[in-house]
């Protein structure tokens, strides 16, 4: 079946600019998770949602990062006023229902770079 | 609080010889581990999880790693490696009751011929 998919795969912006990542998750996956991961590093946390509402939002590093998820599928992150330092690769994951431990499905990833 | 270290960064090795890669972690309550494989251009894939019971876990393609207690271990080893292993290897905990997962910045493992 098809896995988490991510758009786009790559989005050049400039400083200050506005930008949405989209996250597909596998159909029937309840809780979506969204992490960044700078280069050389291993992902960081960002915000976590079961269904509609967001379960865990403490890693996102200030308010101009907000990310959405209002029909419990698809997700939005999105970014105002973009900084050179939001330059990372932003994964998306998900998690089947109904099950005691939180095994996340990967998606390939949205490379973002700020100029 | 949660942390993960991942105490090499690289990792060279040639075809056919046995490898360890290296994951301590902190925490002041249970956990689950992960251990995920990263390809080039690719997405993160599980390799193998350890939730409970045995504390020697075998995952794909022939890794296997051992939960240790009493010194917040969770190394991943393989008797062999092959050229297609070499990739970004990272170790994740998991809270058991939150859903967030805390990663280690990662291994390069490199199989040389």
């Known amino acids: 079946g098809a896995g988490v998919s991510q758009t786009p795969s790559n989005k050049v912006t400039e400083k200050g600019k506005y930008v949405e990542l989209r996250c597909d998750p596998i159909?029937?996956?309840?809780?979506l998770y969204w992490y960044r991961q700078s280069l050389g590093q291993g992902p960081e946390f960002l915000i976590y949602f079961q269904g509609t509402g967001a379960a865990d939002d403490s890693g996102l590093p200030n308010d101009r990062f907000f990310a959405v998820r209002p029909e419990g599928s698809v997700s939005t992150l999105k970014i105002q006023r973009t900084e050179r330092g939001d330059s990372a690769v932003y994964l998306c994951a998900s998690s089947p229902p109904g099950v005691s431990y939180n095994e996340q499905f990967f998606g390939p990833g949205t490379r973002l770079t700020v100029l | 609080a949660q942390s993960v270290t991942q105490l090499d960064s690289q990792v060279p090795v040639f075809e056919e010889a046995p490898v360890e890669l290296r994951c301590n972690y902190s925490s002041s309550v249970s956990v689950y581990l992960f251990w995920y494989v990263q390809y080039p251009n690719q997405g993160l894939q599980l390799l193998l999880k350890y939730l409970s019971g045995s504390t020697l876990v075998k995952g794909i393609n022939g890794f296997e790693a051992e939960f240790n207690k009493s010194q917040t271990s969770f190394h991943l080893r393989k008797p062999s490696v092959h050229i297609s292993d070499t990739a970004e290897y990272f170790c994740a905990v998991c809270h058991t009751n939150a859903g967030k997962s805390t990663f280690g910045d990662g291994t390069t493992l490199t199989v040389k011929p």
């Open positions: 159909s029937g996956h309840t809780a």
